[in-house]
């Protein structure tokens, strides 16, 4: 049986990298993207192969390019990943870039990465068209279905609340649900089916940091904890995209909750709905509904996005100065919502 990758059957990359070829893998899918980058390592695995991988605004485009174009003394072939490539956005940098990409070495591999959607017109126009992909979000129900059978193949049984648990508790890709389940598989009872409340107690006990734990921080008002999770997730090369679409969802889903309260609404079904049902994001929402109100959760998700694109057409200031005005600026909509109450 052929295995698929995304719309493409995984044997696909068997008809590619007979020469130098160059990849490029959009979206915010990481977990099925980085199966897709496993695939091409295997294609290579006969070789004695080197992979170097570049952050872009870490390492410089020449320094990149020049690399790429000189030969290996130690190997035969080489793989080059370029992580948040939407981030190489001068002329002079993608016509460096888009140059190389036409005639990548015989016994090199290019691969550009990006969480977003689109990158430079310039540099995608240089990659083959056939060996372009968007890796989409999983929707709800693969995202249910991922779970369960992920569970069922470690010969576990799950609830519709553990799988509801875990999707609201761990990041919406792949590759955080398997980091997050793999765990779990080490403290479960295959004896007894996995419910909602010890999916909740191992995970809280398991789980690095995240978005989600930076907006339990926020939701309690702990400024100082909100920068320290916001350092390890920066340290841990986290895309500053990723973290504010986590935190966007989580104050789109805040505002959901405030509505819901505001129309005197309390049937669990109805929270269930917008993705609150698990014991411990009743109560993060519940704190931050105390600190935030419509208004004030409206200017967080407002903020959200401005800081977003502030980061993103920032490339030379320090990202850690940014997010840190951002985390002072929602701390402050907290506080002043507080104060009101006083």
């Known amino acids: 049986m052929c295995a698929f990758w995304g719309d493409w059957p995984i044997s696909f990359v068997h008809i590619m990298g007979k020469k130098g070829s160059a990849w490029l893998f959009l979206g915010p899918e990481i977990g099925e993207k980085q199966t897709a980058i496993d695939e091409i390592r295997k294609e290579k695995s006969s070789l004695n192969t080197e992979e170097i991988v570049y952050y872009s605004g870490e390492t410089t485009v020449p320094i990149m390019v020049s690399n790429i174009q000189n030969g290996s003394l130690f190997s035969d072939s080489r793989i080059f990943i370029i992580k948040c490539a939407e981030a ?101 009872d295959k004896s007894r089916e996995i419910g909602g409340a010890d999916a909740e107690e191992w995970l809280s006990h398991t789980r690095e940091e995240s978005a989600f734990t930076l907006f339990q921080r926020i939701a309690a008002g702990d400024l100082s904890r909100s920068l320290e999770s916001l350092g390890m997730l920066l340290a841990a090369k986290e895309t500053p995209s990723a973290i504010f679409a986590a935190l966007a969802s989580c104050f789109r889903k805040l505002l959901n909750y405030l509505s819901l309260k505001k129309a005197g609404i309390t049937d669990a079904e109805e929270f269930r709905n917008i993705g609150i049902s698990a014991p411990g994001a009743k109560r993060d929402y519940a704190a931050a509904a105390m600190r935030y109100d419509f208004e004030a959760a409206e200017s967080c998700l407002a903020l959200t996005a401005e800081y977003d694109m502030r980061l993103r057409s920032a490339l030379s200031y320090p990202e850690h100065i940014l997010f840190g005005e951002y985390l002072y600026k929602i701390y402050s909509l907290g506080n002043l919502r507080l104060g009101n109450r006083g």
Do not use: H, Y
């Open 88 to 188: 190489i956005k001068k002329k002079e940098e993608t016509e460096l870039l888009s140059s190389c990409i036409s005639s990548v070495p015989n016994d090199t591999f290019l691969i550009l990465c990006s969480e977003e959607t689109g990158i430079s017109r310039g540099l995608e126009k240089s990659v083959p068209q056939a060996n372009k992909r968007i890796f989409w979000e999983l929707s709800d129900s693969r995202k249910s279905e991922w779970i369960r059978n992920f569970f069922k193949k470690e010969g576990f049984a799950i609830s519709g609340e553990g799988i509801e648990t875990i999707m609201e508790l761990v990041e919406n890709n792949t590759a955080a649900l398997r980091q997050e389940c793999s765990r779990l598989v080490f403290f479960l």
